[in-house]
């Protein structure tokens, strides 16, 4: 499944174009793209009515309104957290599934919100102009900061319901302010199974053929009762068919398209092997932690699976990157690029920008991982140093101008920061102890343990030991804890004798170091990649489409099978039920004792996943498929392997994004769940 | 499980004497100790029937006789890989078991073999004779090299039989000559459900309260007849009892006690990191493989158990290394000991080669990691790499006078190396394309794709296509070809076509510069050693035992149960079905049928495990454990995760060795698998 995927690094789009590549801008939809291909005119009204109708969830994915009170579709695993959080031993809703016959059933879900794209405008000219000649990178970052944080305010009677969002595009390019409705009060109607919802589990993830059923419902409100929208899906009950023109509307995480070579190949040979042994040290803690017993794997499966997607689409990544044939048609692409900037003074000033980028990743690459693992937290796992994190920096930060703030931790980002630091997700303290001791000895093997920051942070203690003290002494587990010591601000947190907020507040000095130095790094490949990017519209024209920000975007694209292999559009539901015969029923391939009983009245023959050539990546999930009529005929939830590249490099020939069948869905519903209710205001 | 751990650093063992501390030399018993504390006096004949009953696997674990027709006991994890070969998808022997009611039905396993010791002699005079002062480290391996080669040579006719290798203890403070009786027919017995012989899996792995039933029986035959051996151990029916004196008689691996404080912190800081990453990058990869089909599943099991098991008692060793209390108390000791060196010139010798461990360690770490990756060969997992590797390796050093070459080539390893190489282990080309593309990955991670030692060996290809390239391409996996290139020698080796030969072909220069590269800095540690031992004894006596080698050593010690957290000395057969019952039989928790359908059958009083303070390591796994009669009362197979900083640290207090007791196993043969054949031998 694709999660969003926050990159480490900034992009560029370099302005590619392929057939039916593209994460479009909502204010400018290739409509001549489409209409010179499939001969389809893309209306403003089809547009607003798709923009209204799509959804952006706080939770990493995309999603729609399917019906006129405010029910919204998504992922199972775009839901999976939260779904997780509403569920205790006793009842557990991932595993066993949910659904709320009534509105009063349906269950209330803190810290998730929804986000609506009211309008776009573009500011560029306002930002731009913060930066004059001869700022230094960190004048320039107080600077941009200050105009985007005036551009976001939003009233105080408004901030409930109001979000603005500066989305910088082209890296800098170009920035746009995002207007949304936003929607705090989110219920959680309907979820499947979980086995079948993520039928094969990490096993077929990112694999196709597929046969999962990643979809769930919450619903929208407000004071108290179901929002009414004017604009939501019609869902289509035939589903996709072979070869339609098809679009998605949703939110891309972060591509990287726009990197320069030096970027790609330190992401190859520094930053991705990095990450990856990261991620795979946590994944065989999580798997051992789980297998000990069932109550660990209950409360460790969400985190395992996340793991394990991150992961999988790393390593499909980088090996993408691996491959020489790809990284020299990239180097010779860029240097034929620069050999034509010779030309103009913004051509050498391009060129002096790309010279610079490398200097900043050879300094970087020698300043090693202390700014990951400090600054970016990766030495301090677990939930409980979290929230003592985001509560000393919310002290830290609550003590500057708002304009001079961190981003997260301005006036207008105080909603979404109350939501998810008083949000009371169980905590396990076992496994945060065990992650937290499991990311202090990866802590000592990157900077070796008589490391005078590493040697502090253990307070002569062993990994072991030292996060047995924190988590074990720490009172963050109570929400009113954390409330009073948000509310107390600094002195509150110079006061507290909690050892995890002690621990924080010591290292804090560096952490914050740590991140002005990264937010400079950032500055000045923003302004490098601004440099370039200026020569290359100066060449080419301000075509194509930029990189994704988890913004929305369109992208479009035949619903299409997969000629290496012979692999057809769709799968259905027979093909799930001899996938479980084949694998006899065993883990990820089990069925849900409902799904065995309802054996006789599935019909084999409907349609339950299929692919398609859409340019999506992480933070797609949920995105509603349309058809040219604006009917929903799917639910994007994957890319399948050779899809993986996309961050970097679009392939339309083998890459394929993984949807949902509405018919199959439909189905489900209909003869499994007997869920006449969502049934009857689907078709409404 | 304790598998047999091969450290990559030398050790001495510092003369320490804890309680019921020790791996004794069979030479050199713990007589005074014993009696001193026990009031037991071990005498010769008890000693010499204790050794011909012990047995050494050359699939790296310790066994014994316990019939007079050669009926051996061991670990079913020792076996696993044995049974695992001599299963197919049709008859799978690691899942269902096996029993041989008679001879005639016994399976012979290609390429296993037992040594028993016959005799040991003091070589050290001959050995030290051979290197003179001023012969530099190049020379030094040579000459070292060159008498060993004739102190192990044995005549082509009793080569068969007879196993001579050179053993060297205090790293270099003294050398001796164990003779073995060899045994190259042996046949598979007996062997249990892996479900219940390994039982809660690698989750339970190194805990304790623990429930396997982890032992298989294998015979040895000569002349196509069972064996008649004159010592085997008598089984005790009553098993183990609480606060006896017991005694381990095994071949623990290897134990770093003796190594300079430098060097444990470069293991800490550098090899131990290194190694777990690569460990765990290859558990993710079999994990995630295994769970996408049933079949690569059975493909993949004994190497996934065996690679977890790995890196959890590496983890486990390494958080006793991360744990600043122990690092100081060695820092502290070691301080103590230099600063008694000053006194006399031999001590000023050891505190220069303190120095010069030091400045190697330092250039070993600037050297990084290109010696593990092509000279260790981490950068090429897979058993066709390896089979090429072992080819072109033998071609090169037959080139060579025997006395010259590298160990594991020389003419008394013939025998061993043959039958390795010969061994027709299935292998799965889709799984060791997988682990070679992995492994070329990790390489490009550590070296960076622009090497061009990396670039030689991708040859303008992604790991993965350069994996699927060499392993779709060579025919290594036909016996046939491989002794026809064997036989061939250098000749044939380099008119080889076989795409995985001339890979090999290729970097062999390179590998034979590491190689040779690390055994002079082997020689040059031990060397180093060598003048700290002689100081060390000059000051205080040769006393105490040498760090393990793999050889055979006496532990000795109580049958006692954990007192932090109160655990009992042994558990019993109801609380493995209550484990079963509370884990709802999720794996690894479930039983296998003929375990719930014996039920009312199975005594739940019977002891199955239980714990005793010895001092073992991996190596020993196998191992029997005998009362003072020198009867068999248990079955070593494990040590908990407390006992795993033994490898660098004894540990008595919550260090327990984990062993199957004689008990559980009779009563299980008895009414689990209704083995009277079995059992009758046993009884005799």
Redesign the interface.
């Known amino acids: 499944m694709m999660r969003r995927m926050i990159g480490g690094l900034l992009a560029i789009s370099a302005a590619m174009s392929h057939a039916d590549e593209g994460m479009w801008l909502f204010n400018r939809p290739p409509v001549q793209e489409v209409e010179e291909k499939y001969g389809f005119k893309i209306e403003t009204e089809w547009m607003d009515h798709l923009r209204e109708s799509s959804v952006r969830l706080s939770s990493g994915g995309s999603g729609s309104f399917v019906s006129a009170e405010g029910l919204v579709l998504t992922n199972h695993h775009v839901g999976a957290r939260i779904i997780a959080s509403l569920s205790t031993p006793e009842r557990d809703l991932i595993q066993n599934g949910f659904h709320a016959r009534k509105f009063g059933d349906e269950l209330p879900c803190g810290g998730l919100q929804l986000n609506v794209l009211v309008s776009i405008k573009d500011v560029t000219a306002e930002v731009q102009a913060s930066i004059t000649d001869g700022m230094g990178a960190e004048a320039a970052v107080m600077a941009r900061r200050a105009v985007i944080a005036k551009l976001e305010s939003v009233p105080d009677e408004e901030s409930e319901r109001v979000l603005r969002d500066v989305v910088t595009l082209y890296q800098g390019g170009a920035y746009h302010l995002y207007e949304y409705r936003r929607y705090t009060d989110v219920r959680l109607v309907f979820a499947p199974d979980n086995q079948v919802a993520s039928y094969g589990?990490?096993?077929?993830n990112f694999?196709y053929p597929r046969y999962c059923l990643d979809f769930c419902f919450f619903r929208a409100y407000e004071d108290g009762e179901p929002v009414k929208v004017d604009h939501f899906l019609k869902w289509s009950e035939e589903g996709a068919q072979e070869n339609e023109l098809a679009f998605v509307s949703g939110h891309p995480g972060s591509t990287d398209r726009g990197l320069t070579h030096a970027q790609v190949?330190a992401m190859?040979?520094v930053w991705?092997?990095y990450s990856?042994?990261m991620a795979?040290?946590r994944?065989?803690l999580l798997?051992?932690w789980g297998?000990?017993?069932?109550e660990n794997?209950r409360r460790s499966k969400r985190r395992l699976v996340g793991t394990?997607n991150w992961?999988?689409a790393k390593d499909g990544r980088?090996?993408g990157l691996?491959?020489?044939?790809f990284?020299e048609g990239h180097r010779a692409s860029e240097m034929s690029f620069r050999k034509r900037l010779d030309a103009s003074s913004e051509g050498k000033d391009a060129e002096a920008a790309f010279v610079e980028i490398e200097e900043l990743l050879e300094r970087q690459k020698q300043e090693g991982f202390r700014g990951a693992l400090f600054g970016g937290g990766d030495a301090f796992d677990g939930e409980l140093f979290q929230i003592a994190r985001t509560l000393v920096k919310a002290a830290r930060e609550g003590e500057k101008p708002d304009e001079e703030r961190q981003s997260g931790f301005r006036e207008a980002d105080r909603v979404s920061l109350e939501l998810r630091l008083f949000a009371d997700d169980p905590i396990y303290r076992d496994l945060d102890e065990l992650r937290l001791a499991d990311s202090l000895?990866f802590l000592?093997?990157?900077l070796?343990?008589?490391d005078p920051a590493v040697?502090a942070v253990?307070s002569?203690?062993?990994?072991?030991?030292r996060a047995a003290e924190l988590v074990r002494g720490t009172g963050l587990n109570d929400v009113k804890l954390r409330k009073r010591l948000y509310e107390g601000g600094k002195k509150a947190i110079e006061a507290s004798d909690d050892p995890m907020i002690a621990l924080v507040r010591s290292i804090d000095g560096e952490i914050e170091m740590l991140e002005e130095r990264y937010q400079r790094d950032e500055e000045i490949l923003k302004q490098c990649h601004e440099r370039i990017s200026r020569a290359r519209f100066a060449l080419d024209g301000e075509t194509g489409y930029p990189d994704a920000t988890f913004s929305l975007r369109l992208s479009f694209g035949k619903v299409s099978g997969i000629s290496e292999g012979n692999i057809p559009f769709h799968t259905n539901y027979g093909g799930l039920y001899e996938r479980e015969r084949k694998?006899?029923s065993?883990p990820?391939f089990d069925l849900p004792t409902r799904w065995k009983d309802a054996g006789k009245k599935v019909d084999e023959s409907v349609a339950l996943n299929f692919v398609s050539v859409h340019d999506i990546t992480g933070g797609n999930s949920g995105s509603p498929v349309v058809n040219t009529d604006g009917e929903l005929i799917g639910l994007i939830f994957d890319t399948n392997l050779d899809g993986l590249t996309n961050d970097v490099a679009y392939d339309g020939t083998s890459g394929r994004a993984v949807s949902v069948d509405s018919a199959g869905m439909m189905h489900a519903l209909e003869v499994v769940y007997e869920a006449e209710e969502l049934v009857s205001e689907l078709r409404k």
């Open positions: 589990g990490d096993a077929d694999e190949k190859r040979d991705m092997p990856l042994e795979k040290r994944e065989v798997e051992a297998s000990r017993d069932l794997r394990r992961r999988k980088l090996a691996l491959d020489p044939g990284m000895s000592c093997g990157k070796g343990s008589a040697a253990l002569g203690k062993s990994p072991k030991a694998q006899a065993t990820p």
